[in-house]
């Protein structure tokens, strides 16, 4: 081996993260082989990524309801826990059952705390060569050089705190504390009774923030710029006049139909007739825009923005189905709404002018006193890891720039084309919001990426680095069904690892088949003429380009433009991954007995019967089965 000679330790895997995705590939990938010399590498002091310990606050809860938030091996009850499932899981909670899996699942004795990975060096086949900074005492750091033959990065899209810089409006002279919301479990002085703060930002974390403080008795200003994106959605947990768990209606396929959607398996007659019906005849469309705007309704109803002028600053810039994971559950055990109306929670529309001695300058409202300013500004999704050799991440398919950006190449725009021909009712999506001046000013340079990932299935990396099967990415999406989804796709990235994709083979007969991506002919005519797809290198470039395209055409008042970000089409993305694998995506229709009233019976669960956790009870067994039996 070429590189073992120059590195300090050679791994055939390394797991980057111990949060839910980490956790979740190191389990599956043990499971399946069970000899492999592995390590977990996570730069905090403790597991469980954003619900490590140090990020925990008080009042914090999942968006999830509690059976929408477990892997399907490991129940809640197994870590001892015991939440009904009409509440939402507490932020200790959740890093109680991360804790309880990993000691479960023998993974503690793989995660090495406190070693940050600081670039990963492609080495060709013989995998990358990662620097890994070591934490150690008092303070002080050594770099070691591993080599991992193969490599999942897991940390997600939420690891790296997106923080303004304030330097400009004077932030060096503010005296008080400025931190980002994933640290207010650091700063415990911040929640006494009798502070003022600042909330900046309109996101969930920001709704969340301000109903810590103001539960806490702390006066909360809560400043959202006029040149941003607003408030974002917030629904109950249950939504509907029937009062439907969100969960349950996200996760029913008939309901999964009227969302536009290019990707999935293979589908039945019926769901094939019923999109086609819904999504490319005018009176489908109308039943589609009926659909979504009667459950926005219903959150406008329950929210009830007009009850003073303060809550109707809450009221969201945009409709809600232009939106994906931007969006949130109202998880709080009292109305927040109710805290806004009372004045323990001030709105404010506005600019910030300058920052001096505790006071926030606002264009509009002038200067207000507070005692710290908790930034609630997102994350920073482009990979923490430096990727080598220079420019690899475009091929790689992570962000990059492209100084051409606001010129579209041929096969995107052919892309945009096919899909919005398939779908129509995306030619008449709310425009994406137009550039704005930046939140986190004076912390991005002229060349920060502005493409987005164009991961093939969100998780391998482009032809030709496909082909080595050593490097694949864990988590890089936004839906409602995060433990779900990795579960999938650690089995998915498993077997990709070993050349287990019958549809990546380049001699197999069902090498990824176009009817993957549900285009009818006479939209994909276009983008056929615009690419090649001849070859599997080819297919895999087309398909990454749709399905990355549609992200950004589906939900452009989401994050859609940058990386993949989905609610409704969360079932047929399961879909698509399972049939990859050989495994029947139909998982109600499976567990029906043969005949005519088994098939019957079969379809309307199908159609009506929201999936959960049990219908994926047990899949790396079966696929590991159903090897064997292929095998033998």
Known sequence: MASAEKCDEVLELVIIGSGISGLCAAKTYQQLHPSTQYAILEAEKSLGGVWATDHI?????????????????????????????????????????????????QLNQHVRYGQRVQSAEYKGKDGWLLTVASATPPG?????????????????????????????????????????GRDMGNYAQSFERGNAVMVYGGTKMAWDAAYAYASEGVKVHWL????????????????????????????????????????????????QWTRDALQRTWLGRKMVKGLFGAIQGDIGSHNNYDRCAETAKLRPWTDWMSVAGG???????????????????????????????HDVHLQEAGPIHVDAMVCCTGWDHTPSIKFLPEGVEKHLGLPYFDPNFSIPDKATSAADEAITTALPILKHSPAAPVPRSNACAGSDTDRSPNQPYRLYRFMAPQAPYIHDRNIAFLGMQINFGVPLTVQIQAL?????????????EPNSPSALPTATATLPPDSEKPLLDSIDISTLDARIRYET???????????????????PDFVFELVPYLDMLLTDL?????????????GIWGWIRGTVREALEPYGKSDYVGLVEEWARKRETAAS
């Open 492 to 504: 998915w990235i498993a077997a990709y690892f070993n050349h287990q994709l019958p549809s990546l």
């Open 57 to 105: 606050y008080p009042n914090l809860h999942t968006n999830n309801l509690s059976p929408f938030f477990e892997y399907s091996d490991f129940p809640a009850s197994a870590a001892g826990l015991n939440i009904p499932s009409d509440k939402h899981i507490p932020g200790k909670a959740v890093n109680q059952y991360l804790t309880a899996y990993a000691k479960h699942f």
């Open 582 to 594: 050989g495994l029947d995506a139909a998982r109600k229709m499976q567990q029906e007995n043969a």
């Open 224 to 271: 959202m710029r006029k040149s941003g994106h607003g408030p974002c959605w917030m629904a109950p947990g249950k939504v509907t006049p029937l009062k439907l768990c969100k969960e349950n209606l996200v996760m029913t396929r008939l309901l999964t139909w009227f969302s536009p959607c290019i990707w999935g398996g293979r589908p039945s007659w019926l769901e």
């Open 140 to 180: 002080g750091t050594i770099l070691r050089r591993v080599l991992a033959q193969k490599l999942i990065v897991g940390a997600g899209l939420c690891s790296r705190p997106k923080l303004p810089s304030f330097e400009h409006l004077g932030g060096s002279k503010f005296s008080a504390p400025i931190f980002h």
């Open 545 to 563: 380009l749709l399905h990355t395209e549609f992200c950004k055409l589906r939900f452009p008042w989401g994050f859609g433009a940058r990386f």
């Open 327 to 357: 969006q949130g559950v109202l998880s709080f055990e009292r109305d927040i709404f109710g805290m806004v109306e009372s004045g323990q929670i001030q709105i404010h529309i506005d600019e910030i002018t300058e920052l001096r001695n």
